[in-house]
């Protein structure tokens, strides 16, 4: 192993190592696994290259882990997942440019009401288009994104009430199992509704 010539002491002395570092965050403690060059002479520590960004994303993911966030892994699935662009996030929560790219990289952990909001939206498609229309957001492929996940909500709200009505219903039954099903749909949609109002008003 090639060793480097040290800024502090000038030694050629400094090589590349593996060390626990201790990331404090409110009250709260976590320890990462470090990359960095250690002079072996005057024990002077720097971060080269690539460690430098690898170390703030190790210490984002650690603050995240001890406050309990999404990682942003999380927030990449759940933005994908109804087809929004970054600025469509960025415009939906109000924050400023590039912060929901910076959040999504792992640069910077989510503010705790962020990612209390982006939880509800991960599980409510309904929610997600309320969000977009209120901040202006267009966005076509969302939008259709969102319909689906509403027809396979309802698709399967509808298998589940004829699978209680046994194999060969007559037609008035159907009919009346397809309006249990819509009706069971809505309810759940309006109950969820009212605790995501209970959690913004808290
Ligand atoms: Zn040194």
Not at 74 to 102: N, V
Request: hydrophobic content about 40%.
């Amino acid at each position: 192993m090639t060793l480097d010539r040290c800024i502090a002491c000038e030694e050629v002395a400094v090589e590349e190592r593996i060390e626990p570092y201790v990331v404090e965050h409110d009250g709260k403690s976590a320890t990462i696994q470090d990359g960095r060059m250690v002079c072996t002479a005057c024990g002077n520590v720097s971060y080269r290259g690539s460690q430098i960004s690898e170390h703030e994303l190790a210490v984002a993911a650690a603050i995240r882990q001890m406050d309990g966030l999404l990682s942003a892994d999380e927030l990449l699935r759940i933005r994908t997942k109804y087809s929004l662009k970054q600025t469509d996030m960025e415009q939906m929560l109000s924050t400023g440019p590039k912060t929901w790219t910076r959040w999504e990289r792992g640069k910077v952990p989510q503010n705790k009401p962020a990612d209390k909001l982006i939880r509800l939206l991960a599980e409510d498609p309904e929610l997600t288009r309320q969000l977009m229309r209120q901040a202006g957001v267009i966005n076509e492929e969302a939008e259709a994104a969102i319909e689906r996940f509403e027809q396979d909500a309802k698709r399967l709200m509808r298998t589940m009430v004829m699978s209680k009505v046994g194999t060969a219903p007559s037609a008035e039954m159907q009919r009346f199992a397809e309006r249990v099903a819509e009706e069971a749909f809505e309810t759940v949609r309006d109950a969820r509704r009212q605790v995501v109002a209970r959690g913004q008003a808290a």
